[in-house]
């Protein structure tokens, strides 16, 4: 979470270039909303026979409302505040937070995998509904008329080719993604404007006794429910505090308040057009009727397609850079096991999951295959987004206390928004049985992932024993040097996930002494611990006074490959040539006068030992913890040993207490 701040600074200050990243990056999702907002309300109502101007002013009032309130005041004005040196999103708002108690891990969780889970949608009903727009040319209506398979078949293609290049980097188009996302707030607007114009009297939809009136009218068909609609409208508020550390709060909030006119001019500007065309017969007539391309010049369509698909596919690819980041947030909180990690870019903000990716990919699929019109991606949308919203409002709670805010002030704030939020909550539960149970269900299974992971470590980081190889130095001294043991390798190399001074892991020490005694020239413990810093390759090394313990921290940047078996070989020559190392001639090599003997990495694979003396729960939880440990990246591609000489050891994890069993001798 450092590395972007650091990365990114240039864009942190007030400028053009930060305010034209903050168009690219941060307003993806919320500005292909006018897309299908409109859309959805007046389809949800019956179409246009089903609407009336009272329907139309009043919803877009609700719009408006809603992206003032939650958008503008809760997010731009007090959540911005909330940032963890620059960086922003629910788990950096928990780290500044977690001091006030160890529950707070539990908002965060959900509201983590509530957000991953709900982005499984955004591509899938963003692209759909930009080649839906296709209909509205009059070549394309004659040739395909309303056959979905096309739209979902050009969909698709499209959704494949955005995931297959996250591999390569979006350095180059991504520097083009500000400017465009420029001209398309600007299109909505004036697109908006030329409507709006025409029929001036739906500024009205300010007063926002329209917005209540509606909720209760008879003429809102959904009731209470057509909030989950309006909600649609501001479903990338959260992604807008979560991309806080790209550009900076302050280009943010410079910015917002432009992204925002146009939004609402273009919001207004399809009020008009349905206010003008929802007694029009020949419009009744139109199949899957959208606002947002209908009320275009036909000349204007196939520009504002080609628009809306490009808009789209920005969203998107903002959407899958936060997933990538939020699930490397996740892994050094030590929530998600480890996952290869790529860095195709010249940032750290430009990283590559390919476990992620593949997931992603497979979840927008099927979605589109599923639903095939964005009318049933749209009913199941939103749902989850709702409980993210939620969760960063409890914890926001937190933080205005820590900052010195009175706590009536702190109730206030999490009591009006947390009551908006349980209401669109309420409101979109129904989406659940409509499809929304998918972005639940996927929430779940990440938050169970979650819970095992966190779980887990508690489990063990309050039970297990780290030993202090000091107190090992003359057992090791003695094994190294007792010849009635043949030598198991030159250099034994133990990579150790956490190493601090001259601690290591219990079972390392086990694996050398106990599990076969190791006899070797030299025994190494490395620690890797990657920077922030894209190119950084630097160590330290503490021998404890000893020639044949060598403990080495290596620090790597984030966009350096992990070969451990060629750093570890320099660390070998530097210190011999430091004299801190004894020469290592080998008689038999295929280098003449070679003087760095042979290497086996030990790579220690733990099993729940049996007598440990666990809870039924707490062993189950270990269990599920180790096997999800297996699936992830493997340690050979992760620190680069699949042409290295590696044994693989299973060693018993004892954690609590040991279980003593006694055998009475029969006579």
């Given amino acids: ?62 719009i408006f409302w809603t992206l003032t309130l939650l958008t503008t005041i809760k997010y731009v004005v007090i959540a911005l505040n909330a ?27 959900i509201g983590g995998a509530a957000l991953l889970a709900d982005g499984v949608l955004t591509p899938a009903v963003t692209v759909t509904t930009a080649i839906e727009g296709l209909r509205g040319i009059p070549q394309f209506f004659d040739r395909f008329g309303n056959n979905q398979n096309v739209i979902v078949i050009i969909t698709l293609v499209i959704i494949f080719v ?57 003429d809102n068909k959904l009731g209470l429910f057509i909030l989950g609609n309006i909600f649609l409208a501001t479903t990338g508020a959260e992604a807008l505090y979560s991309d806080l550390g790209h550009v900076g709060k302050r280009n943010i ?83 998600l096991p480890r996952l290869k990690i790529m860095y195709p870019g010249n940032s750290i903000g430009q990283m590559y999951i390919p476990a992620v990716n593949l997931i992603l990919w497979i979840a927008c ?47 206030l704030v999490t009591f009006f928004f947390g009551a908006i939020e349980v209401v669109f909550f309420i409101s979109s539960v129904v989406k659940f049985f409509r499809g929304g149970f998918v972005a639940v269900l996927i929430g779940l299974i990440i938050l ?17 024993e780290d030993v202090s190889l000091r107190d090992y130095i003359p057992q090791l001294k003695e094994l190294r040097d007792d010849a009635s043991l043949p030598i198991y390798q030159t250099n034994v190399v133990f990579l150790v996930p956490d190493m601090a001074e001259d601690k290591v892991g219990r079972q390392f020490i086990y694996s050398i002494l106990d599990k076969r005694p190791k006899r070797a020239r030299v025994y190494w413990f490395v620690h890797v611990e990657v920077t922030d810093e894209p190119y950084t390759k630097e160590y330290q090394v503490d021998m404890m006074g000893t020639d044949f313990i060598v403990q080495v921290n290596l620090f790597l940047g984030f966009r350096v490959q992990q070969e451990i078996n060629v750093y570890v070989r320099q660390v070998i020559h530097d210190l011999m040539k430091q004299g801190r190392l004894p020469k290592q001639p080998q ?17 220690i694979d733990e099993v729940v030992s049996n007598v440990t003396t666990l809870g039924k729960w707490q062993r189950q939880i270990m269990q599920a913890k ?31 207490n040991t279980r003593k069993t006694w055998l009475k001798e029969r006579l």
Avoid at 83 to 109: C, Q, W
Avoid at 183 to 212: C, H
Avoid at 375 to 386: D, P
Avoid at 629 to 652: D, N, Q, R
């Fill in 1 to 62: 979470m450092r590395g972007k701040r650091g990365n990114n600074a240039q864009y942190q200050k007030i400028s053009m270039a930060g305010l034209l990243v903050a168009m690219g990056v941060v307003y993806g999702d919320i500005g292909t909303s006018p897309l299908y907002v409109m859309k959805s309300i007046v389809e949800d109502n019956g179409g246009l026979t089903g609407i009336n101007p009272d329907f139309v002013i009043g919803s877009v009032s609700l």
């Fill in 253 to 335: 909030r410079l910015s917002w308040p432009y992204v925002k006119i146009c939004l609402v001019i273009n919001y207004f500007g399809q009020a008009a057009w349905l206010l003008n065309v929802y007694q029009n017969p020949e419009a009744q007539q139109i199949k899957n009727l959208n606002p947002f391309f209908q009320m275009m010049p036909q000349s204007w369509i196939v520009i504002g397609v080609a628009f809306a698909t490009v808009a789209a596919v920005i969203a998107s690819q903002a959407l899958i850079t936060g997933s990538f980041t939020l699930v490397s947030e996740a892994i050094k909180l030590k929530l």
């Fill in 587 to 603: 008689r038999y090599s295929l280098t003449p006068g070679r003087e760095v003997g042979d290497f086996q990495f030990v790579l």
């Fill in 365 to 411: 699929s099927l979605v589109v295959v599923t639903f095939r019109t964005s009318h049933h991606m749209e009913a199941a949308y939103g749902l989850s987004i709702t409980v993210t919203m939620l969760m960063t409002t409890a914890l926001l709670y937190f933080y205005l206390i820590q900052n010195g805010h009175s706590r009536w002030f702190a109730y």
């Fill in 162 to 218: 955005l995931f297959m290049v996250q591999r390569f980097g979006t350095d180059i188009v991504g520097k083009a993604f500000g400017p465009i996302m420029f001209a398309w707030f600007t299109f909505l607007g004036v697109m908006g404007l030329l409507n709006f114009s025409q029929d001036w009297t739906v500024i009205r939809a300010l007063n926002p006794y329209y917005a209540i009136q509606l909720l209760f009218s008879a």
């Fill in 83 to 109: 940032d963890n040196h620059g960086e922003g999103g629910i788990f950096s708002l928990y780290t500044l937070v977690r001091k006030g108690g160890k529950y707070l891990i539990i908002p965060a969780m």
């Fill in 626 to 656: 180790l096997a999800i440990k297996k699936i992830a990246t493997s340690p050979e591609t992760w620190f680069g040993l699949e042409y290295s000489e590696v044994k693989h050891e299973t060693v018993p994890l004892i954690i609590g």
């Fill in 448 to 464: 169970v992932v979650m819970f095992i992971w966190e779980q887990g470590n508690i489990i063990r980081e309050s039970s297990t």
